[in-house]
C-alpha cells in the first residue's frame, strides 16, 4: 500500500511535468531519488526500493513490454523496514518535495523545493507540542463541562470564542515554541465541544496528519488550511 503511495506520486510528477519521453522521465526519476534521499538519511534498503518502483513505472511507458515478470509483481512479497518506519512522515516530505520540484520550472525547481520542505520540517517538529496543549485545553473544557456548565455554555456555545477569553489563564500557558501568531477558539456546549489551532502550523499537519484538519474550514484541496483540533464526533460539523 505504502509503495503504491509513492509511485503514484512519481506518476504525478511525471504527469504534471509533461514527461512523455524517456530524458524527460529520468529527470523525475532523479528529483524522486533526490527527495527520498533527504528523508530516508541515504538508506540502502529506501533506494533498493525506490530503484524497482522507478523500473516498474518505466515499464509501463514501454511500447510492447516483453512478456515476462513485472519487477513490482516480484516484489510483492517482501517487506522493506524503510517503509514501515515513520512512512507518514517520510511519505508526506517527500511528496511535498517531489510535488513543488514538478510544478515549478526547472531553474526554481530545488529552490522551492527546499524551501518548502524546510518549513515542513519545521512545523513537524511542534506538531506534537500543539497537540499536547490542544489536550490540555479539551481536558479543561472538559472539567468546565463537569463543574460549570451553565457558565461554559454562556461564553462558548453560540459560536467560537478565543481561549483567552474562555480561560485567560490556561491562554497564558500557550507553548513559547510555537509559531508566532499561534492561537486557540473554542465552541462547546454542556456534552460536546471543538477546540481549533488556527493556520501556524496547519500545512504541516494537513500533510502529517490530515485527520485532524478541521474539513468545515478547508473544504479545498489546497497546501495549507485555516485550522485543524480536536472535537467530539457530534461537533464535528460545527
Given at each position: 500500500?505504502?509503495?503504491?503511495?509513492?509511485?503514484?506520486a512519481?506518476?504525478?510528477?511525471?504527469?504534471?511535468?509533461?514527461?512523455?519521453?524517456?530524458?524527460?522521465?529520468?529527470?523525475?526519476?532523479?528529483?524522486a531519488r533526490?527527495?527520498?534521499?533527504?528523508q530516508?538519511?541515504?538508506?540502502?534498503?529506501?533506494?533498493?526500493?525506490?530503484?524497482?518502483?522507478?523500473?516498474?513505472i518505466?515499464?509501463?511507458?514501454?511500447?510492447?513490454?516483453?512478456?515476462?515478470?513485472?519487477?513490482?509483481?516480484?516484489?510483492?512479497?517482501?517487506?522493506?523496514?524503510?517503509?514501515?518506519?515513520?512512512?507518514?512522515?517520510?511519505?508526506?516530505?517527500?511528496?511535498?518535495?517531489?510535488?513543488?520540484?514538478?510544478?515549478?520550472?526547472?531553474?526554481?525547481?530545488?529552490?522551492?523545493?527546499?524551501?518548502?520542505?524546510?518549513?515542513?520540517?519545521?512545523?513537524?517538529?511542534?506538531?506534537?507540542?500543539?497537540?499536547?496543549?490542544?489536550?490540555?485545553?479539551?481536558?479543561a473544557?472538559?472539567?468546565?463541562?463537569?463543574?460549570?456548565?451553565?457558565g461554559?455554555e454562556?461564553?462558548?456555545?453560540?459560536?467560537?470564542?478565543?481561549?483567552?477569553?474562555?480561560?485567560?489563564?490556561?491562554?497564558?500557558?500557550?507553548?513559547?515554541?510555537?509559531?508566532?501568531?499561534?492561537?486557540?477558539?473554542?465552541?462547546?456546549?454542556?456534552?460536546?465541544?471543538?477546540?481549533?489551532?488556527?493556520?501556524?502550523?496547519?500545512?504541516?499537519?494537513?500533510?502529517?496528519?490530515?485527520?485532524?484538519?478541521?474539513?468545515?474550514?478547508?473544504?479545498?484541496?489546497?497546501?495549507?488550511?485555516?485550522?485543524?483540533?480536536?472535537?467530539?464526533?457530534?461537533?464535528?460539523?460545527?
Amino acid at each position: 500500500m505504502d509503495r503504491q503511495k509513492f509511485a503514484h506520486a512519481i506518476r504525478k510528477a511525471i504527469s504534471d511535468r509533461d514527461a512523455g519521453s524517456p530524458a524527460e522521465r529520468q529527470k523525475v526519476y532523479a528529483a524522486a531519488r533526490m527527495a527520498l534521499g533527504r528523508q530516508s538519511n541515504g538508506g540502502t534498503g529506501a533506494s533498493a526500493a525506490m530503484d524497482e518502483i522507478i523500473s516498474a513505472i518505466e515499464a509501463s511507458h514501454a511500447p510492447k513490454p516483453e512478456p515476462k515478470v513485472p519487477v513490482a509483481a516480484a516484489a510483492q512479497g517482501i517487506r522493506r523496514p524503510w517503509l514501515t518506519f515513520g512512512t507518514g512522515v517520510v511519505l508526506g516530505a517527500f511528496v511535498v518535495t517531489l510535488s513543488i520540484w514538478a510544478l515549478t520550472p526547472p531553474a526554481q525547481s530545488d529552490q522551492a523545493a527546499e524551501v518548502l520542505e524546510r518549513q515542513y520540517r519545521n512545523g513537524l517538529s511542534q506538531i506534537p507540542v500543539a497537540v499536547e496543549f490542544l489536550r490540555k485545553v479539551s481536558d479543561a473544557v472538559i472539567g468546565m463541562q463537569k463543574t460549570d456548565r451553565a457558565g461554559l455554555e454562556a461564553k462558548a456555545s453560540k459560536s467560537f470564542v478565543a481561549l483567552s477569553d474562555l480561560d485567560p489563564a490556561l491562554a497564558m500557558q500557550m507553548p513559547a515554541s510555537l509559531p508566532q501568531g499561534s492561537a486557540i477558539v473554542v465552541q462547546a456546549n454542556g456534552f460536546d465541544f471543538k477546540i481549533l489551532f488556527n493556520w501556524t502550523l496547519c500545512g504541516a499537519v494537513r500533510v502529517a496528519q490530515p485527520e485532524m484538519v478541521d474539513h468545515v474550514r478547508s473544504p479545498v484541496d489546497v497546501l495549507g488550511c485555516p485550522y485543524f483540533g480536536l472535537w467530539t464526533p457530534a461537533a464535528a460539523n460545527w
